[in-house]
């Protein structure tokens, strides 16, 4: 497994990271060997590579004359000029010129120039080493070239860069001198159409309201306060035309248009005389219109405190309404004052007929058309032109505001070009000066220049030798070695330790066995017979059955009339004698033979006995005889119409010489004694008082299930605290006996009892006694005799049966992965043990095994032979060593 768990304080995370890469161990054999020939590539790389000497020269940029032309920087003009240099440096033409010079690389350079050109910008260097230095360098197998090669590259850089600055400087000069000329031309063209302008409309002038339209500032002071004395000392400027005809012809049109305004507002006309000048009439408008705001405000207020029908309400608005009449009237007598006139109007305009009205618009209309047609004569401009023709179509009400407006917008237009055209000028001037003084300083070398800081110097040690090649190459390898290793780690998909089982996420761990030491097969030992003969049909007898004789007159729990009760064959030991052929032996004879009338078979109907169960046989001394076996009852069922139990002990493993199949635990270390007792006590729990059947299976083979199986079911069996039974449930590889030492005879095959029940034979299913709560239901050989028997109903009925004899069933199953077999297991069994084994097992099978199985009675996974460091393991199981610990 390459993910890393889920814990949740950080020192634990950061141990599964450390535990992680430390399986980097495992891969040290081919870690080595590619160090190895990593090393080996590195020294003779080293061997043979030439002794490469570099020499450096530093020039120095810096700007002496400030011409102020450049917006940036000498640090960002400095570093934008880098990139520049070096692509002149490496331009194809310095090399080739450089190449020839010194008849550098001989060979290339007489198969292509280009060639030569490719392999020198491979030995040019070229960096800045600060804002305004930078360093060439250049290697070559000999010192002296590299040092003759290095000074010609920093003169030809240092050489055309004077040469392109000089240039430069030249070209901007030149061009900023065409572009000032232009700018010249631009600003008395502008002047000229200004001049022409005011020559045509003397009523416009230069200065502080130089327009006669224009508003003339407020004086300072209250509204009707005496203008300042530098105001009443300007002088009025009347503008007068200089044809007097053609002013004659324009105040006479001043007059109509002044009678055709008082005819169309008689409220707004003036009652007294005029002003005597325009300043004049304009102060007295700027006083009405302070007077008009005066007044609105006044309004304002009164109405944020009273209502409009209020007495004071009322008077603040008629002072409004007089204060805005008067404003009129201002304005239209600065009207006339504009127009020449020196008298109001009199009464005719305010009695204006209609017919009246209409001769003074057509007399406004010819004195326009005499207007134009004099300015035409005396050479009037096209603008003038244009003005009068759209002033002459003009109704009676807006003649003179368009006139104004054409005015006011050819002035502004004209003074606008001429302000534009003189800070174009300005600004050309400015840069015109910039370029004279930078192409000045470029013909005397004064204004920038390349300085050589520090000249090529000869080398005295070698920049790339032997040594530096062999520790660089040495580095690559350690490097690449170590990440090949990484990389194998994270991409291991196989499990190693419990963290592995908890970044699955899928079974929980039950228990992680570490591994236990290797130790010799055990002993093969026979088990000694509970009784002579082998059942009838078993193979390797001759079919007859044969009994011993029930030596116990009187056996616990029997009846008290002095009948014998019917004795299982298991309940039998070996004697001279035999009694009758039991009735289980009978040919056509099944368990309902033994049910009273009425009364059929069902499995739910039978149980254990609850109120007695058969003493414990007790092992004899060294001489291979079972004394006291018959004693050893095991419970009946709980209808009284059965005569025989439905199992029975067809033997027991005697060992005087030592342990028996309890050497498996002996020596184990305590890790791995602890580990089956905590397995244990999470079994205890959820058997909660129930018999429980538990198979034990594995993804695949070589796990180490059926050691585990064995050591579980001594373990449940410790100090007689439960009736264990180990069940061979690998009918296909059948290895219990094998790994516990065991001759069983023939008739005590499991395969071959469930063949004896498929066939019609009822009889006790027979198992092996190992110690007083612990039994044995196997195969003898290596091969069982009939492995299609794990798939009949009737190994679900043996484990149903088996379940109400003992309290815990341990199955060892088959694997899990590549055949149904587990899953029958599964359907016969309570509960399912996944074994997995460390360094072998991989996360994707277990995965998928637990997948084929369903999470329904899974109990979780142990991992088994955890060991101190992680290994990489093989599958390897020979047939013919059934003790292997991996098999």
């Known amino acids: 497994m390459s993910s890393l768990s889920t814990e949740s304080t950080p020192r634990e995370r950061l141990d599964r990271a450390i535990s992680v890469f430390g399986r980097i161990r495992m891969y040290w054999r081919s870690v080595a060997a590619m160090i190895a020939v990593g090393l080996s590539i590195s020294l003779a790389l080293?061997?043979?590579?030439?002794?490469?000497?570099?020499?450096?020269?530093?020039?120095?940029?810096?700007?002496?004359?400030?011409?102020?032309?450049?917006?940036?920087?000498?640090?960002?003009?400095?570093?934008?000029?880098?990139?520049?240099?070096?692509?002149?440096?490496?331009?194809?033409?310095?090399?080739?010129?450089?190449?020839?010079?010194?008849?550098?690389?001989?060979?290339?350079?007489?198969?292509?120039?280009?060639?030569?050109?490719?392999?020198?910008?491979?030995?040019?260097?070229?960096?800045?080493?600060?804002?305004?230095?930078?360093?060439?360098?250049?290697?070559?197998?000999?010192?002296?070239?590299?040092?003759?090669?290095?000074?010609?590259?920093?003169?030809?850089?240092?050489?055309?860069?004077?040469?392109?600055?000089?240039?430069?400087?030249?070209?901007?000069?030149?061009?900023?001198?065409?572009?000032?000329?232009?700018?010249?031309?631009?600003?008395?063209?502008?002047?000229?159409?200004?001049?022409?302008?005011?020559?045509?409309?003397?009523?416009?002038?230069?200065?502080?309201?130089?327009?006669?339209?224009?508003?003339?500032?407020?004086?300072?002071?209250?509204?009707?306060?005496?203008?300042?004395?530098?105001?009443?000392?300007?002088?009025?400027?009347?503008?007068?035309?200089?044809?007097?005809?053609?002013?004659?012809?324009?105040?006479?049109?001043?007059?109509?248009?002044?009678?055709?305004?008082?005819?169309?507002?008689?409220?707004?006309?003036?009652?007294?005389?005029?002003?005597?000048?325009?300043?004049?009439?304009?102060?007295?408008?700027?006083?009405a219109a302070a007077a008009v705001a005066s007044a609105e405000a006044a309004l304002a207020e009164k109405l944020a405190t009273v209502t409009p029908i209020h007495p004071d309400a009322i008077g603040a608005k008629r002072r409004v309404e007089a204060a805005r009449s008067q404003l009129a009237a201002a304005e239209s007598a600065l009207r006339l004052v504009r127009a020449g006139l020196t008298e109001a109007p009199s009464g005719e305009a305010r009695a204006l007929t209609p017919s009246r009205r209409a001769a003074l618009a057509a007399e406004r209309s010819a004195l326009l058309r005499q207007i134009?047609?004099?300015?035409?004569?005396?050479?009037?401009?096209?603008?003038?032109?244009?003005?009068?023709?759209?002033?002459?179509?003009?109704?009676?009400?807006?003649?003179?505001?368009?006139?104004?407006?054409?005015?006011?917008?050819?002035?502004?237009?004209?003074?606008?070009?001429?302000?534009?055209?003189?800070?174009?000028?300005?600004?050309?001037?400015?840069?015109?000066?910039?370029?004279?003084?930078?192409?000045?300083?470029?013909?005397?070398?004064?204004?920038?220049?390349?300085?050589?800081?520090?000249?090529?110097?000869?080398?005295?040690?070698?920049?790339?030798?032997?040594?530096?090649?062999?520790?660089?190459?040495a580095a690559v390898t350690f490097f690449f070695a170590l990440g090949v290793a990484g990389a194998r780690v994270l991409l291991n998909d196989t499990v190693y330790d419990g963290g592995d089982i908890h970044a699955l996420g899928g079974p929980a761990l039950l228990a992680a066995m570490p591994e236990l030491p290797q130790r010799p097969p055990l002993r093969e030992r026979a088990i000694v017979p509970a009784y002579s003969a082998a059942p009838t049909g078993a193979p390797g007898t001759g079919g007859e059955p044969t009994g011993v004789p029930d030596d116990d007159a009187e056996r616990p729990g029997a009846p008290g009339d002095g009948a014998e009760p019917p004795a299982a064959p298991g309940?039998?030991?070996?004697?001279?004698?035999?009694?009758?052929?039991?009735?289980?032996?009978?040919?056509?004879?099944?368990?309902?033979?033994?049910?009273?009338?009425?009364?059929?078979?069902?499995?739910?109907?039978?149980?254990?006995?609850?109120?007695?169960?058969?003493?414990?046989?007790?092992?004899s001394a060294p001489g291979g005889s079972l004394a006291c076996v018959g004693p050893r009852h095991l419970a009946y069922a709980g209808s009284s119409g059965f005569r025989e139990p439905e199992v029975e002990i067809l033997g027991a493993d005697v060992d005087p010489e030592g342990y028996g199949v309890f050497e498996l635990l002996r020596d184990a270390p305590a890790p791995a004694l602890a580990a089956l007792r905590v397995l244990r006590h999470r079994l205890d729990q959820r058997r909660g008082g129930e018999p429980l059947a538990i198979a034990v299976v594995s993804p695949g083979r070589a796990e180490g299930k059926t050691a585990l199986a064995a050591r579980l079911a001594m373990t449940l069996a410790e100090a007689e605290r439960a009736r264990v039974l180990l069940v061979e449930g690998h009918l296909a590889r059948p290895r219990v006996a094998a790994l516990l030492g065991l001759r069983l005879p023939p008739h005590a095959s499991f395969s071959e009892q469930l063949r004896r029940r498929m066939a019609g034979e009822a009889r006790p299913l027979g198992v092996i006694a190992l110690s007083p709560s612990l039994s044995v239901l196997a195969e003898p050989s290596l091969e069982a005799s009939y492995p299609a028997a794990l798939h009949s109903v009737h190994f679900e009925a043996a484990m149903r049966t088996l379940r109400r004899y003992f309290d815990y069933v341990v199955i060892d199953g088959p694997p899990v992965l590549g055949s149904g077999d587990a899953n029958v297991i599964e359907d016969a069994s309570d509960g399912i043990v996944l074994v997995a084994r460390a360094s072998l097992t991989r996360a994707s099978s277990l995965t998928r095994a637990a997948e084929q199985l369903g999470e329904r009675r899974i109990l979780g996974v142990v991992l088994n032979d955890i060991a101190a460091r992680p290994v990489a393991r093989k599958r390897i199981c020979i047939e013919g060593e059934p003790a292997r610990r991996s098999c």
């Open 571 to 619: 309940d039998r030991i070996a004697g001279p004698s035999a009694p009758a052929e039991p009735a289980s032996a009978r040919p056509g004879f099944t368990l309902e033979d033994t049910l009273p009338d009425g009364l059929a078979l069902d499995d739910g109907d039978v149980g254990p006995g609850p109120d007695w169960s058969a003493p414990e046989p007790s092992w």
């Open 46 to 287: 080293a061997l043979a590579t030439k002794r490469v000497w570099r020499s450096e020269a530093t020039i120095l940029y810096r700007e002496t004359i400030q011409t102020g032309r450049d917006p940036q920087s000498s640090t960002a003009r400095a570093a934008r000029l880098g990139p520049k240099l070096k692509d002149t440096l490496i331009a194809r033409g310095t090399l080739a010129g450089v190449i020839e010079a010194f008849g550098l690389y001989p060979e290339k350079s007489a198969r292509s120039m280009v060639e030569a050109v490719e392999e020198m910008k491979n030995h040019v260097g070229f960096r800045a080493q600060s804002s305004d230095t930078y360093v060439i360098s250049f290697t070559h197998d000999d010192p002296l070239v590299a040092q003759q090669v290095a000074a010609r590259l920093t003169q030809i850089l240092v050489d055309d860069y004077r040469r392109d600055s000089l240039g430069a400087a030249t070209m901007t000069r030149d061009f900023l001198r065409r572009e000032l000329d232009e700018a010249s031309a631009k600003v008395e063209e502008a002047s000229r159409a200004l001049a022409t302008f005011l020559a045509r409309n003397p009523q416009f002038q230069w200065g502080l309201n130089d327009s006669p339209y224009a508003p003339v500032p407020q004086p300072l002071g209250p509204p009707g306060a005496p203008a300042p004395a530098a105001a009443r000392a300007v002088p009025a400027q009347p503008a007068r035309p200089a044809d007097p005809q053609l002013a004659a012809l324009e105040r006479q049109l001043a007059r109509v248009e002044a009678l055709l305004g008082a005819a169309r507002s008689p409220a707004a006309a003036p009652g007294g005389p005029l002003p005597p000048s325009v300043l004049e009439a304009q102060r007295a408008r700027d006083a």
């Open 372 to 473: 134009a047609g004099l300015r035409a004569r005396h050479g009037g401009g096209r603008t003038a032109v244009v003005d009068e023709a759209r002033r002459a179509p003009a109704g009676p009400d807006g003649g003179a505001e368009e006139r104004v407006i054409e005015l006011e917008t050819e002035w502004h237009r004209l003074r606008l070009d001429l302000e534009r055209a003189r800070e174009y000028l300005k600004t050309v001037q400015a840069n015109e000066r910039a370029a004279n003084l930078s192409a000045d300083a470029a013909e005397n070398k004064s204004e920038t220049e390349l300085d050589v800081l520090d000249p090529a110097y000869l080398p005295s040690r070698p920049d790339r030798g032997r040594g530096r090649v062999f520790f660089a190459g």
